[in-house]
């Protein structure tokens, strides 16, 4: 009960109570705001599915670019996600980011993490939170995370990041450029798999805007009526998510919930919604969501790849022309933003909205 009273007393730092906080209380029941309407809560998982696709890049060389691209476009078109193993992203660097992130939520005082509270009277600022939303009125999810703004290097302030453990902020830093790397190759084999340049999406995105949520899913008491994260589809252009073995991860296919099961030092890409405009709807963003647990807490790290809140985005023009028109407005990278966050994801209305 002591952590409770100090998210408590946390609030005049702009925090609000720490899901965490909640659960280490020892409540058998979640508190209202938490219960997801009954039609949002987890279940109708997929019968049949086990997985979503996986695309290995161990012996990328030009001999076996072909084979890449014909993995990663029915990937891209059928789910919007998938897993990329033989990354060359070092094991080692994917587990040190992950037991970062798990010291600072499971080892560091409640008095210490609410020094580093995001300001909430604000969406998406750095810091630790718990809520995403500008609405009051929404449910919220079973969450606390971690917000780093990492690219472009002048965004990145290791200052803002926490101490504890002493290496976190270097461990951030390196797995910060390491995803930016593979970000800009999985881009331009996405690119070649429809046949447009290497560089086509990447280009269409510009300098990479680059943010790295660790978000922490405490155990729930109630895991059949809340939800860690709601169903929605990201923003930007790619997102690279690792989780941890508990897994709670999935993705609407067809109607129904898949469960992304963990694959050992495997890397989960999901295509945002910029890339799906910018393919001129050929390749989806991801619908998805993470679901709860009832006796273990997880942990994932997402690492976000966005346009500059000032970057026109608009379908590529080798694939909008005379025979297939653009399907989707041209929108104002900020203006998307501001929207998603005032009216909430609720699945891909943002992205449907611009439809033509």
């Known amino acids: 009960m002591a952590e409770v009273a100090a998210a408590a007393a946390g609030s005049t730092a702009g925090a609000a109570m720490r899901v965490q906080s909640i659960s280490q209380s020892g409540q058998s029941r979640v508190p209202p705001q938490y219960v997801q309407p009954v039609q949002t809560r987890p279940g109708n998982r997929a019968p049949g599915f086990d997985n979503i696709p996986s695309v290995d890049l161990s012996e990328f060389n030009p001999a076996s670019r072909d084979r890449v691209r014909e993995e990663i476009g029915p990937a891209c078109r059928d789910w919007g996600a998938f897993h990329v193993i033989g990354h060359g992203v070092p094991p080692a660097l994917l587990e040190r980011v992950r037991a ?61 990041w926490p101490h504890h453990p002493p290496d976190y902020r270097q461990v951030v830093a390196e797995y910060s450029d390491q995803m930016a790397l593979l970000a800009s190759k999985l881009l331009g084999l996405i690119s070649e798999s429809l046949g447009l340049p290497t560089s086509c999406i990447e280009d269409s995105v510009g300098e990479f805007y680059q943010n790295i949520t660790i978000s922490f899913y405490p155990p729930c008491p109630q895991p059949d009526l809340t939800l860690g994260l709601q169903a929605h589809s990201d923003m930007g252009a790619v997102t690279l998510l690792i989780q941890d073995d508990v897994g709670g991860l999935q993705v609407l296919k067809d109607g129904e919930w898949v469960m992304v099961q963990p694959v050992t030092d495997a890397i989960v890409v999901i295509l945002a919604d910029q890339t799906e405009i910018i393919t001129n709807g050929a390749y989806r963003s991801a619908e998805h969501r993470a679901i709860t647990n009832g006796s273990r807490a997880r942990l994932s790290v997402a690492t976000f790849h966005d346009p500059a809140k000032s970057k026109r985005i608009s379908p590529a023009s080798g694939l909008a022309s005379g025979s297939s028109p653009p399907r989707y407005r041209d929108v104002v990278y900020g203006d998307y933003v501001s929207s998603w966050y005032t009216k909430g994801p609720k699945g891909k209305r943002n992205l449907d909205g611009l439809l033509l």
């Open 100 to 160: 970062v992130g798990r010291a600072f939520f499971e080892e560091f005082p409640m008095e210490e993490k609410v020094k580093y509270a995001c300001d909430a009277s604000s969406a998406a600022t750095e810091g630790y939170g718990s809520r995403m939303l500008e609405n009051d009125d929404v449910v919220l999810d079973w969450r606390d995370y971690f917000d780093h703004h990492s690219l472009p290097l002048s965004r990145r302030n290791p200052s803002r």
